[in-house]
């Protein structure tokens, strides 16, 4: 990719990741992907009173070439599955997933045919926001977090190395269905 | 250059013809290979992923130069299966599923149901007055919530931003009293059948009344704006028309009939939760364009501000009043309070069913649990919903679960006008008609 | 019409509390008698004088809760609405509702259409119904043009087919989908959801109460 994927491990390839860390997370664009009522929501935290232009990010690009951050922002129908990728391949990488929504998380409410339970079977998602809709404020402490998260990627050698432990733990990891509760 | 190659950038031959995917960068030989095509007409997709189309619409435009030749719309992407699960859910869980339909009037999605469901019932009558009334004060609060979506989302799309931020303003207010009221800003299961969820609030009357003065005086903003203003009129006026016979074929219904000359009203002409008791006019315009539309809208604002302050007023003078109906084999058991720990159970209501009183305690385990029975049979229950006729077809078969609930939603009628008022038009107007009949894709798919 | 047994919704889960044994049938609406009340006589009588062939076309005609429905045989759907719509100045059709009865034998989908005249100010409701063997219905979209989109929804969901529909085709759910999702013999297609250390069944497939 760019010359900071070619850096050696160090402390200049410390810095460089804190800078472009820095840079990506004060200007995120978000692609316009308002599904159903947590659009709504999403545009009432872009509009006057809980204003998203504070972080950089009042220019919902109506193209995803342009975009960096999908919210998908609610409820993603079977028919809708396949555009979602779609606007999701076309996004050039960096690119982060927030799931808004109880309904974009894990299908919410509506456990039936029509819906697909949760985006993150058609797309990686970074963060997942509950809620029915879950209010401007929550959607700017996702955004918020998803910030934090975004300073402290790791670029090159030490992003492959995340990457590898990460695998492992999931591949080890106990399915939820079979964790024990509080009580065991 | 990578060598990355696009899966959606190649043009590719099918039986329709060639499919260019336009990705940037790429218009030059997009031109060329067009210039090169036999075809004069060109057939344009639009969404479901974009901008100005008031949600995930899909419109097919075959374009001949800037001219619309054929407009279809594909919709379905928003397909919940609403309907459907409704019928796993016993009756009152099934307003927890309507109120999502239409996601920017779910006190209209919920008020339908219910009606439908108290027809069933044959309780219409016991509804209790102050219930009545404070539905028709949240209908006609999130009439103005809705409005203020319709007209801020359409001027956005026809490229004034000011609106947009102006109405989202005037909404906030508005959610501001839904919140104070029912808990939640949208989606809020706060009618049930049989009444309300529950009272009103202490101080919510004076909030309401500051914030109707509020809102009369903000009004201003958006029609100091675009009222009258020539370029917004060059944009909406003489476009999307539909006449009144082809608006009752098609059955459309709301502004978009009343933009025709028609003052057909529901709230006038079959009134329900004691609308006939409210002073109020009904709004028409006789252009059959855009510009009558939106301007239908616009006075529709003050005409519910006038109808939530002789509700409030009646609300003062039926203080202490119950909200849900008297049978106590139907109304909701829970009676919530606000404690230290938020809104839950009150403790008087918890030691009445734990401590006092047997019949308290069955009737809140089985209406919590099963649910009542409705007898058999089915209603149809019509509402005027900001966006035309929102009606209810509720079949019950004298269970605990509804057994066929449809919505006639309007937006899903309305929408299929799109073809009759955008052939022959421009492709800019397309989103000017769109965004005048208001289609909410929730509504529309369910 | 139908019969429900036990009292629970899932069956065979070795419930011990004896309300298994419940068997309920829900009765089936008759034919209503004459007069039937506000303007419903008024309008029978002047689709009477103005269809002459009133008594073979309408199997019942049913006044229920302050609605007035007509059941209407599905070869002759097109010439009652015609007649409707003209006669009786019934202009606007508020689209077509799709119901499944299963326990009902030959009749298993229905079809209802609320008319509304905002002449008279007036509302009834037309009812059609079909066996599963041959679904299929008159086209009502050269009456009232709105009932285009309302017809795929029914066909999309239902099955039921309208003959001379002029573009007959899914609409809600995708275009290669199998199946008609809101018939009663479709299963709501949820999955179980999953917690920690244990997964609650979907909906349908819970033990609730009928």
């Given at each position: 990719m760019g010359l900071e994927e070619k850096l050696p491990s160090g402390l200049v390839l410390t810095s460089v990741e804190k800078l472009a860390g820095y840079m990506r997370k004060n200007s995120l664009w978000p692609a316009t992907f308002g599904l159903a009522c947590c659009a709504?929501e999403m545009?009432?935290a872009g509009?006057?009173?809980y204003?998203l232009a504070r972080f950089g990010m009042e220019v919902f690009r109506a193209s995803p070439r342009q975009a960096d951050l999908m919210i998908v922002a609610g409820r993603v129908s079977n028919k809708m599955a396949p555009v979602l990728r779609q606007i999701y391949d076309q996004m050039a990488a960096p690119k982060w997933v927030i799931a808004m929504g109880a309904c974009a998380s894990s299908g919410g409410m509506f456990n039936n045919y029509a819906i697909v339970q949760g985006v993150d079977h058609v797309v990686p998602v970074d963060i997942y926001l509950p809620g029915c809709p879950p209010r401007p404020e929550m959607l700017m402490d996702a955004i918020l977090k998803l910030h934090d998260h975004i300073y402290d990627e790791k670029l090159g050698p030490n992003r492959e190395k995340i990457i590898k432990e990460v695998e492992l733990a999931a591949m080890n990891a106990v399915p939820t269905h079979q964790m024990k509760g509080l009580l065991a | 250059m990578s060598t990355y190659t696009d899966p959606y950038a190649a043009?590719?031959?099918?039986?329709?013809?060639?499919?260019?995917s336009?990705t940037g960068g790429?218009?030059?030989?997009?031109?060329?290979?067009?210039?090169?095509?036999?075809?004069?007409?060109?057939?344009?997709?639009?969404?479901p992923q974009?901008?100005?189309?008031?949600?995930v619409?899909?419109?097919?435009?075959?374009?001949?130069?800037?001219?619309?030749?054929?407009?279809?719309?594909?919709?379905?992407y928003l397909h919940t299966g609403?309907?459907?699960n409704?019928?796993?859910?016993?009756?009152?869980?099934?307003?927890?599923?309507?109120?999502r339909?239409?996601?920017?009037?779910?006190?209209?999605?919920?008020?339908?149901?219910?009606?439908?469901?108290?027809?069933?019932?044959?309780?219409?009558?016991?509804?209790?007055?102050?219930?009545?009334?404070?539905?028709?004060?949240?209908?006609?609060?999130?009439?103005?919530?809705?409005?203020?979506?319709?007209?801020?989302?359409?001027?956005?799309?026809?490229?004034?931003?000011?609106?947009?931020?102006?109405?989202?303003?005037?909404?906030?207010?508005?959610?501001?009293?839904?919140?104070?009221?029912?808990?939640?800003?949208?989606?809020?299961?706060?009618?049930?059948?049989?009444?309300?969820?529950?009272?009103?609030?202490?101080?919510?009357?004076?909030?309401?009344?500051?914030?109707?003065?509020?809102?009369?005086?903000?009004?201003?903003?958006?029609?100091?704006?675009?009222?009258?203003?020539?370029?917004?009129?060059?944009?909406?006026?003489?476009?999307?028309?539909?006449?009144?016979?082809?608006?009752?074929?098609?059955?459309?219904?709301?502004?978009?009939?009343?933009?025709?000359?028609?003052?057909?009203?529901?709230?006038?002409?079959?009134?329900?939760?004691?609308?006939?008791?409210?002073?109020?006019?009904?709004?028409?315009?006789?252009?059959?364009?855009?510009?009558?539309?939106?301007?239908?809208?616009?006075?529709?604002?003050?005409?519910?501000?006038?109808?939530?302050?002789?509700?409030?007023?009646?609300?003062?003078?039926?203080?202490?009043?119950?909200?849900?109906?008297?049978?106590?084999?139907?109304?909701?058991?829970?009676?919530?309070?606000?404690?230290?720990?938020?809104?839950?159970?009150?403790?008087?209501?918890?030691?009445?069913?734990?401590?006092?009183?047997?019949?308290?305690?069955?009737?809140?385990?089985?209406?919590?649990?099963?649910?009542?029975?409705?007898?058999?049979?089915?209603?149809?229950?019509?509402?005027?919903?900001?966006?035309?006729?929102?009606?209810?077809?509720?079949?019950?078969?004298?269970?605990?679960?509804?057994?066929?609930?449809?919505?006639?939603?309007?937006?899903?009628?309305?929408?299929?006008?799109?073809?009759?008022?955008?052939?022959?038009?421009?492709?800019?107007?397309?989103?000017?008609?769109?965004?005048?009949?208001?289609?909410?894709?929730?509504?529309?798919?369910? | 019409?139908?019969?429900?047994?036990?009292?629970?919704?899932?069956?065979?889960?070795?419930?011990?509390?004896?309300?298994?044994?419940?068997?309920?049938?829900?009765?089936?609406?008759?034919?209503?008698?004459?007069?039937?009340?506000?303007?419903?006589?008024?309008?029978?009588?002047?689709?009477?004088?103005?269809?002459?062939?009133?008594?073979?076309?309408?199997?019942?005609?049913?006044?229920?809760?302050?609605?007035?429905?007509?059941?209407?045989?599905?070869?002759?759907?097109?010439?009652?609405?015609?007649?409707?719509?003209?006669?009786?100045?019934?202009?606007?059709?508020?689209?077509?509702?799709?119901?499944?009865?299963?326990?009902?034998?030959?009749?298993?989908?229905?079809?209802?259409?609320?008319?509304?005249?905002?002449?008279?100010?007036?509302?009834?409701?037309?009812?059609?119904?079909?066996?599963?063997?041959?679904?299929?219905?008159?086209?009502?979209?050269?009456?009232?043009?709105?009932?285009?989109?309302?017809?795929?929804?029914?066909?999309?969901?239902?099955?039921?087919?309208?003959?001379?529909?002029?573009?007959?085709?899914?609409?809600?759910m995708p275009?290669d989908w199998q199946?008609?999702?809101?018939?009663?013999?479709?299963a709501l297609g949820g999955i179980s959801v999953e917690y920690k250390g244990a997964t609650t069944p979907a909906p349908d497939e819970r033990r609730?109460?009928?």
């Amino acid at each position: 990719m760019g010359l900071e994927e070619k850096l050696p491990s160090g402390l200049v390839l410390t810095s460089v990741e804190k800078l472009a860390g820095y840079m990506r997370k004060n200007s995120l664009w978000p692609a316009t992907f308002g599904l159903a009522c947590c659009a709504i929501e999403m545009m009432a935290a872009g509009a006057g009173r809980y204003d998203l232009a504070r972080f950089g990010m009042e220019v919902f690009r109506a193209s995803p070439r342009q975009a960096d951050l999908m919210i998908v922002a609610g409820r993603v129908s079977n028919k809708m599955a396949p555009v979602l990728r779609q606007i999701y391949d076309q996004m050039a990488a960096p690119k982060w997933v927030i799931a808004m929504g109880a309904c974009a998380s894990s299908g919410g409410m509506f456990n039936n045919y029509a819906i697909v339970q949760g985006v993150d079977h058609v797309v990686p998602v970074d963060i997942y926001l509950p809620g029915c809709p879950p209010r401007p404020e929550m959607l700017m402490d996702a955004i918020l977090k998803l910030h934090d998260h975004i300073y402290d990627e790791k670029l090159g050698p030490n992003r492959e190395k995340i990457i590898k432990e990460v695998e492992l733990a999931a591949m080890n990891a106990v399915p939820t269905h079979q964790m024990k509760g509080l009580l065991a | 250059m990578s060598t990355y190659t696009d899966p959606y950038a190649a043009s590719r031959e099918t039986t329709e013809g060639t499919v260019f995917s336009v990705t940037g960068g790429d218009w030059d030989s997009l031109v060329t290979e067009i210039g090169q095509a036999k075809e004069e007409r060109v057939v344009v997709n639009m969404g479901p992923q974009h901008p100005s189309t008031h949600g995930v619409l899909r419109l097919v435009l075959e374009l001949e130069g800037e001219t619309v030749t054929e407009v279809r719309c594909g919709i379905g992407y928003l397909h919940t299966g609403i309907e459907k699960n409704i019928e796993y859910r016993n009756w009152t869980q099934g307003v927890t599923f309507v109120t999502r339909m239409d996601y920017l009037s779910p006190l209209f999605n919920e008020a339908a149901y219910c009606l439908g469901v108290e027809k069933l019932l044959g309780i219409t009558n016991d509804v209790p007055e102050r219930a009545s009334v404070i539905r028709v004060l949240m209908m006609e609060l999130n009439r103005i919530s809705s409005h203020m979506v319709a007209l801020g989302t359409g001027a956005l799309e026809l490229g004034a931003l000011s609106p947009m931020i102006f109405c989202f303003r005037e909404r906030e207010k508005v959610l501001d009293i839904f919140e104070l009221i029912s808990g939640l800003r949208m989606n809020m299961a706060y009618i049930r059948p049989g009444g309300v969820q529950q009272d009103l609030p202490a101080g919510a009357l004076a909030k309401i009344r500051a914030t109707v003065k509020d809102l009369r005086h903000s009004f201003k903003d958006n029609e100091n704006l675009l009222v009258g203003n020539s370029i917004w009129m060059k944009r909406t006026e003489g476009i999307g028309y539909l006449d009144l016979a082809g608006a009752t074929t098609l059955g459309v219904t709301g502004p978009v009939l009343r933009s025709t000359g028609l003052p057909w009203d529901l709230r006038k002409m079959q009134p329900y939760c004691g609308y006939e008791n409210y002073n109020f006019d009904v709004v028409t315009a006789d252009t059959c364009d855009v510009y009558g539309r939106f301007l239908i809208r616009v006075n529709e604002l003050e005409q519910s501000l006038r109808i939530i302050e002789q509700a409030v007023d009646k609300l003062e003078k039926l203080e202490g009043a119950p909200v849900m109906v008297a049978d106590k084999k139907i109304a909701w058991p829970a009676q919530l309070a606000l404690g230290g720990d938020g809104l839950g159970n009150s403790l008087d209501h918890i030691r009445d069913i734990m401590g006092t009183s047997m019949e308290s305690l069955i009737h809140h385990f089985k209406l919590v649990t099963e649910g009542f029975r409705v007898p058999a049979g089915q209603v149809y229950t019509a509402i005027e919903s900001p966006r035309g006729e929102l009606g209810a077809h509720v079949v019950s078969d004298g269970g605990t679960r509804p057994f066929r609930v449809h919505f006639r939603e309007p937006s899903f009628n309305n929408l299929q006008s799109t073809s009759a008022m955008c052939e022959g038009s421009m492709v800019a107007d397309i989103i000017g008609a769109v965004a005048s009949i208001d289609p909410v894709m929730g509504g529309v798919d369910r | 019409m139908s019969s429900e047994n036990g009292m629970f919704g899932a069956q065979g889960t070795g419930d011990t509390s004896g309300y298994g044994g419940l068997v309920r049938t829900a009765a089936s609406t008759g034919s209503s008698e004459r007069p039937y009340g506000s303007y419903f006589d008024s309008v029978t009588d002047d689709l009477e004088r103005a269809y002459p062939d009133f008594a073979d076309a309408i199997e019942r005609v049913v006044v229920d809760r302050g609605e007035l429905t007509l059941h209407v045989k599905a070869s002759r759907l097109v010439e009652v609405s015609m007649i409707l719509r003209d006669k009786l100045k019934f202009e606007m059709c508020l689209g077509v509702s799709g119901v499944n009865y299963p326990d009902d034998k030959d009749r298993e989908l229905h079809a209802v259409y609320p008319l509304l005249s905002m002449t008279h100010n007036q509302r009834i409701r037309l009812e059609v119904s079909v066996p599963d063997s041959h679904p299929h219905i008159p086209s009502l979209v050269e009456v009232w043009a709105g009932n285009n989109w309302n017809e795929r929804e029914t066909f999309d969901m239902f099955g039921i087919i309208f003959d001379g529909h002029p573009g007959l085709t899914r609409i809600l759910m995708p275009d290669d989908w199998q199946g008609h999702p809101q018939r009663k013999d479709y299963a709501l297609g949820g999955i179980s959801v999953e917690y920690k250390g244990a997964t609650t069944p979907a909906p349908d497939e819970r033990r609730s109460y009928r």
